[in-house]
């Protein structure tokens, strides 16, 4: 049988509680209490907390508009927020799933090139995980000089869609 004792600091003062009744024997938790979640900071020589993660923002109206287009052709979109890899949105279809960022650039993005040069980080870390992935990965970008512009990342890099939408029906 565990011996529990219980200190006169640990005991909040008998009052008014919200159901309104007057007495209260609730008792604060003087350490960990079982079931707590222990935060443990992860600090790099010499004491300085490491830089957290880069987020990625993606609630913007051209990700929505992604999605709408996405299920017209019977995908089922998920939007990603706040993911720590550079995707907006996961579209499931049977045998299909397709994995897309959505990029909204002020500056016109007419090629393949033209969007790795201004996106480095981002494509070069989806083309890695095209490497390690069956699944399809595409980058949509919409500028106002452009439009809508369809990628598909390869390994290798990234070619543009040339039968896009027409490349989303299986």
């Known amino acids: 049988?565990?011996?529990?004792?219980?200190?006169?600091?640990?005991?909040?003062?008998?009052?008014?509680?919200?159901?309104?009744?007057?007495y209260s024997n609730r008792i604060n938790p003087c350490g960990n209490a079982a079931g707590e979640t222990t935060v443990i900071l992860h600090t790099a020589e010499g004491g300085n907390q490491e830089a957290p993660h880069k987020r990625y923002s993606r609630n913007s109206s051209h990700v929505h508009e992604a999605m709408r287009l996405l299920a017209t052709y019977e995908y089922r979109?998920?939007?990603?927020?706040?993911?720590a890899i550079p995707l907006s949105i996961i579209g499931f279809k049977q045998g299909d799933p397709l994995l897309v960022l959505v990029i909204s650039a002020r500056k016109p993005v007419p090629s393949a090139a033209r969007?790795?040069?201004d996106f480095k980080e981002s494509v070069e870390c989806l083309c890695r995980m095209a490497a390690g992935m069956r699944y399809r990965i595409m980058i949509w970008v919409h500028s106002p000089a452009c439009g809508w512009r369809y990628y598909t990342v390869y390994p290798g890099g990234l070619a543009y869609d040339l039968k896009f939408p027409g490349s989303l029906e299986h």
């Open 77 to 83: 979109p998920i939007r990603l927020a706040e993911s």
């Open 1 to 22: 049988m565990q011996n529990s004792e219980t200190n006169e600091q640990d005991v909040i003062a008998p009052g008014a509680m919200a159901s309104g009744a007057s």
């Open 115 to 117: 969007l790795h040069e």
